[in-house]
Structures are given as C-alpha cells and as structure tokens.
C-alpha cells in the first residue's frame, strides 16, 4: 500500500511530518512518498526551486522507515497534475493499492481537480482530518463520500484505488507561509521543523529575503 502526499513542500515542515506519520501508522501503509510539485496548478508557484526543496526532503525524512522522496514531477516539467503524476505511479506499481493523500480542505475542492473522477480510477483517497471535522457540505461531495467511503482501512488496503478512506490526525498549526516569514524577517523556525531542514535553509540562506 503506498501513500501520496504531494505539495509543495517550500519548506517542509513537522505539520507534514506528523499527519504522514499518523496516516501512515493509521491506515496502515507500507510507506509514503513525498512528491514536490514542479510548477503549481491552483497557487502560487514556490520560492526556492525543485532541487532544494527535494534537498530539504530528503534531510527531513532521512532515517525514517517508509518515507521516501520522490521527484517525478521535477523531472517531467511542465505543470504538476496530480493526475498525471498518478498514472505514472500507476505504470510503475500495476495493482497495488495508491492511496493519495489529501488534507479536509483541499478535499473540499476536490470536484473542482483536473479530472477527479480519472484521479479515483487511479488511486484511492486519504482525507486527512482534525477529529470532530468533517464538513463536507456540496451535495455533489456528499454523493461521492456516500458512494465511495471505505469504512475500513481494510477496503483501500484490497482495493487498488476508487475509495475514500477519512483518516483523524493531529493537525499542526504549522504553515510553510509563516515559516518563510520568519525566517525573512531574521526570526528562528527552530522546532517548527526538523534540524537537518534547519540546516539546509542556513547553509543556502533560502527564504532571506
Ligand atoms: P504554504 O504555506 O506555502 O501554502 P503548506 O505549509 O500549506 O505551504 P504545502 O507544501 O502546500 O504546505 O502542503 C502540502 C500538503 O500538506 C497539502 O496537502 C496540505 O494540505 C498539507 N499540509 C500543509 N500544512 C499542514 C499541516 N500543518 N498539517 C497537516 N497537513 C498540512
């Protein structure tokens, strides 16, 4: 079973960490790949390029069992669609079970993706949720959680993809914005990330301004 947490990642930071750890443990999956995106879709496009942000990745995760980086959207250029990144996970891993992971928030739009529906013929979907939250209110998004809830991990575990499976995790408020903030302004992000992030932010001085 392999998780998808895709983003930005300009930094990454323990908000991150910890939900991919928690889903991860949660949901019972055999590792999570972090996928930087190469050129935003819906936001703004990052500050530092894609080899640094695959850099800070790679510090942060290092030594963790299950996490690895994974930078095919850095190398196919162009626009990072979550559903071409998909298909290619897809080529690579034939029936396994993909399961991408999504915060509450951004499922909230999610009818609103690139092609939603070819997503849920790709992979399943792991929404990450703060427990107690689960305001899912578009009649449209009611009838595809109706449709397609798995109630058990058990379901995305046997199924290769088309379920959604809601995930409760400890949800940190740590933003990537407020992170390049502060550090622009000369102030310390020390233990909103790991060290080794730290680190590699110093030592190539991203984010001073
Ligand atoms: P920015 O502040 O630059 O928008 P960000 O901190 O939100 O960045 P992204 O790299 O854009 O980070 O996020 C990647 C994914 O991680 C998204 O799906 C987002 O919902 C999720 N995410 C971001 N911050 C947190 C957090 N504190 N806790 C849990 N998930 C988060």
């Given at each position: 079973m392999i998780g998808i947490f895709g983003g930005?990642?300009?930094?990454?930071h323990y908000g991150h960490l910890r939900t991919a750890l928690e889903v991860m443990q949660g949901a019972g999956l055999d590792e999570v790949r972090f996928i930087p995106l190469h050129q935003a879709v819906h936001r703004e496009q990052p500050v530092v390029g894609g080899r640094s942000r695959l850099q800070m990745i790679r510090a942060a995760i290092?030594?963790?069992?299950g996490f690895v980086a994974d930078d095919r959207e850095l190398r196919r250029q162009g626009e990072s669609y979550t559903v071409d990144t998909l298909g290619s996970l897809r080529a690579e891993f034939g029936d396994r079970s993909i399961c991408l992971i999504v915060g509450g928030d951004a499922f909230r739009e999610f009818l609103t993706w690139h092609r939603p529906l070819e997503i849920l013929d790709l992979a399943n979907l792991i929404v990450m949720q703060?427990?107690?939250?689960?305001?899912?209110?578009d009649p449209s998004l009611q009838a595809l959680i109706s449709e397609?809830?798995?109630?058990?991990s058990e379901l995305i575990r046997q199924q290769p993809a088309g379920r959604i499976f809601f995930q409760p995790v400890t949800q940190l408020e740590i933003s990537a914005t407020r992170i390049r903030a502060m550090v622009a302004a000369g102030a310390s992000a020390r233990y909103l990330m790991p060290e080794a992030v730290l680190r590699v932010i110093q030592k190539n001085n991203h984010y001073s301004g």
């Open positions: 930005t990642f300009d930094p990454i290092r030594g963790q069992p703060r427990p107690g939250h689960s305001d899912f209110s397609r809830k798995a109630e058990h």
